[in-house]
């Protein structure tokens, strides 16, 4: 199976060659979502990045949690708990690697799930979570520590 993002940037009247050129560029997904992308002004100071767009950093995160979040609640359903609410605010850190490049070297998902009904235990909860971590994609596409610190409520 392919998964398919449409990345694009123009020039516009910028000089470019300068480096005073816009990140500002955007994603489009097959189910037609048009997302507004540029480099983190961390990376690229403002006015050449745009701070209210999603930098690929963040994207990153995002992708992560998301994953995660979409297995958690494929086997908290399994289980037979029913989630009313699941908030993560996520986080990741970049670092640098023997070479000096910089990567994601660390994501911290809080995941805190609030459920209908009876709750699981902090130990199946953590289990529930354990089993999302395992079975996400993305997590076994990075090499980044990623650490779960899940609560309920």
């Not at 745009?50 to 086997?75: G, T």
């Not at 909860?125 to 610190?149: F, G, N, Q």
């Amino acid at each position: 199976m392919n998964y398919d993002a449409t990345i694009e940037w123009t020039r516009g009247d910028q000089a470019y060659v300068d480096n005073k050129y816009s990140r500002a560029h955007v994603w489009r997904f097959d189910g037609g979502a048009v997302v507004p992308g540029s480099s983190a002004p961390a990376s690229v100071p403002l006015p050449y990045s745009d701070a209210s767009a999603v930098d690929p950093e963040e994207a990153m995160v995002a992708s992560l949690s998301s994953c995660h979040m979409l297995w958690f609640l494929a086997f908290a359903a399994k289980a037979g708990w029913v989630v009313d609410r699941y908030f993560d605010q996520a986080s990741g850190a970049l670092d640098r690697n023997p070479e000096g490049r910089r990567y994601l070297a660390r994501v911290t998902l809080r995941p805190v799930t609030a459920f209908a009904g009876p709750a699981p235990t902090q130990d199946q909860l953590d289990a529930l979570h354990h089993a999302a971590h395992d079975h996400c994609e993305m997590a076994h596409s990075v090499r980044a520590t990623m650490t779960i610190e899940a609560t309920i409520g």
